[in-house]
Every structure is written in structure tokens, then in C-alpha cells.
């Protein structure tokens, strides 16, 4: 079956670096998406890696390994309003996305 | 403001009753979803439409049926409610690649009773 792993919970302190790690498996791969879902409201995106490497917007990175069905996505200096839950997704071979069941990322003063 | 308009946004119905939930795109995106978010779990594709006239089913389709008339609405509905498809449901859309990723309406959350 598909699969896309990712820790259910994480903390972090303000103007610190988390790092959310996403692993996947599934039939086939077009590109993989995270996106941000503050609580009562819709997912956002965030960023799309298709090849292997990093792709940096601002304060957020996100970096693909295909081989190892491996992403993660980097959140640097750390704000209070970055609290909210990170989805991990991944376009398999039908198309179709894939989705994680997410990420609850607390940030603490 | 270019988006994705849902409703309504929260609804209470009765088990056994018909409801549709509305959806509206005026970014001329020819691809839409439906999608459930329940706790715990990742979002689920209940029905989706790669282009006006064309509609394919889901991960979860069962109890769901939808329509694709035209580029803008792609109304969502339930023949009969059963409690299990108490959820918040969320449509979204997409252009041709995929560097933008989806956009997601605001979602409707609904309860069957």
C-alpha cells in the first residue's frame, strides 16, 4: 500500500530551527508537496520538490532524497504564528496526491 | 479575490437527509478535488475533475457523487447521510503544473446526526 510517514507532534522554542522529516512510499513518484494548516482553516502551500536537493523560500526549506522516499522540510527562526500543522503529500504514478496525516509543530516563547 | 469559495461552512443534518456542499473557483483552474479531513488521518480524495465535463472517482467516493457542468462549480453531494461522513470536507483546485501546488477553499464542516 501507499504510505507517507511524519511525527505526529513536535516543539520548538522561538527563533530556533525545526526540522519536520517526511518518508514515503508509494507506487510511483511525481513530485512531492508540504503545506501549513493553522487549526480551522485550510492547508496553504508551502513548497513542491520534484528533484533530489533543496529549494529554499525565505525562512522555509524543503529538501528531497527519491531514493531513500525521503523530504524534510526546514523551519528557521522560528515565529509563533509557524504554529500550526505541516502536511507532507506526494504525487504518485496516477497523479493523485498522497497525504500524511501531518504535523502539530508547537512553538514555545 | 481570486479563490476558492465553499458553503456553507458548518452544517448539522439529519441521518438519511440529501445535502450539497457548494463549490466555486473563479481562478479558471481546470482541475478540482474534494477532499475529507478527519482526525488522525491524512486528507482523503472523495471525487475529483481533471476538466469541466469529466469527473473521476477517489480514495472514498462511497455515499458521494459530484458534477462538473462547467470550469467554476463543482458542487459536492451526499444521497443519503450517514454518521461516518461527519468530517470537514474541503475542495481545492489546481492549474496545469504543479509549482503552485493546490488552493484549498476555507472547508465546510459537517455533522450528521
Known amino acids: 500500500g501507499q504510505n507517507i510517514d511524519q511525527p505526529t507532534e513536535m516543539t520548538a522554542t522561538e527563533g530556533a530551527i525545526v526540522q519536520i522529516n517526511c518518508t514515503y512510499q508509494t507506487s510511483g513518484f511525481n513530485g512531492l508537496f508540504w503545506y501549513q494548516q493553522h487549526a480551522g482553516e485550510a492547508p496553504t502551500f508551502l513548497s513542491y520538490?520534484?528533484l533530489d536537493g533543496l529549494e529554499e523560500k525565505g525562512r522555509f526549506s524543503s529538501f528531497l532524497s527519491r531514493s531513500k522516499g525521503y523530504s524534510y522540510l526546514l523551519l528557521k527562526e522560528l515565529q509563533m504564528k509557524d504554529s500550526a500543522s505541516y502536511l507532507c503529500?506526494?504525487?504518485?504514478?496516477?497523479?493523485?496526491?498522497?497525504w500524511g496525516a501531518g504535523t502539530k509543530l508547537i512553538i514555545k516563547p | 479575490i481570486a479563490g476558492i469559495t465553499q458553503a456553507p461552512t458548518s452544517q448539522i443534518l439529519a441521518a438519511g437527509r440529501r445535502m450539497t456542499l457548494r463549490c466555486t473557483q473563479d481562478m479558471r483552474h481546470n482541475a478540482m478535488y474534494w477532499y475529507r479531513q478527519d482526525l488522525g488521518l491524512g486528507l482523503r480524495l472523495i471525487h475529483y475533475?481533471?476538466?469541466?465535463?469529466?469527473?473521476g472517482k477517489g480514495e472514498v467516493p462511497d455515499g458521494y457523487s459530484v458534477s462538473r457542468a462547467n470550469t467554476d462549480d463543482f458542487p459536492l453531494t451526499l444521497a443519503s447521510a450517514v454518521p461516518s461522513q461527519t468530517s470537514v470536507y474541503f475542495c481545492?483546485?489546481?492549474?496545469?503544473?504543479?509549482?503552485?501546488?493546490?488552493?484549498f477553499g476555507s472547508g465546510t464542516r459537517l455533522t450528521v446526526v
Open positions: 503529500a506526494v504525487k504518485d504514478s496516477n497523479y493523485q496526491l498522497i
Open positions: 481545492a483546485s489546481s492549474d496545469q503544473g504543479d509549482s503552485n501546488g493546490y488552493t
Open positions: 520538490n520534484v
Open positions: 475533475s481533471n476538466t469541466a465535463g469529466t469527473t
